[in-house]
């Protein structure tokens, strides 16, 4: 510190003031923009999320029934197992003669082999699981059959969901 204090002595009366004013300008840039400008910019954004969140609360409260009676068109629990209950959702769906093989996966998942099976059919038979019953997708692979919207797939649903 001594030296930038001898060497700013040695400086001219003209020099001090450049190098000072120099000074309270880089002191400056740093205080607004390395600390002023970043934190109002965290500021506005906190708010930002704030009015979006209460807005989101309001429509939630808005349209609570709806969203209520929506869920009573969900099928109670079967008390079926995972297993027997992709079998038979399958089965229902018109995948009976597709439905090469189920199988349980870990816990209370489910793997399901399908052969030949029409494409659309396979999409609302998934779409059930999902929707109805809270099984979803863990994994899946599809590969084409030799005919035109037929397909083959391994599925692995995951755990169903509450």
Known sequence: MNKIKAWYAGL?????????????????????GG????LHSAVA???????????DLAWMRLNASEVLAGSATLAPPTGEPPVALVDRVG?????????????????????VQLEAAP????????ATLDARYGLAIES??????????VVNASVTFAQPRP
């Open 45 to 55: 954004k906190a708010v930002k999320r704030s009015e979006i969140r209460k807005e």
């Open 91 to 111: 089965r229902e769906a018109g995948l009976a003669s597709a439905l090469k093989g189920t199988q349980p996966s870990g816990g209370a998942g489910v793997r």
């Open 35 to 38: 600390i002023l400008w970043p």
């Open 119 to 126: 494409f659309d059919t396979m999409i609302t038979w998934l």
């Open 12 to 32: 001219q009366a003209r020099e001090q003031r450049v190098v000072l004013i120099g000074a309270v300008a880089v002191g400056l840039l740093i205080l607004v």
């Open 140 to 149: 899946i692979t599809v590969d084409r059959a030799a005919r035109p919207g």
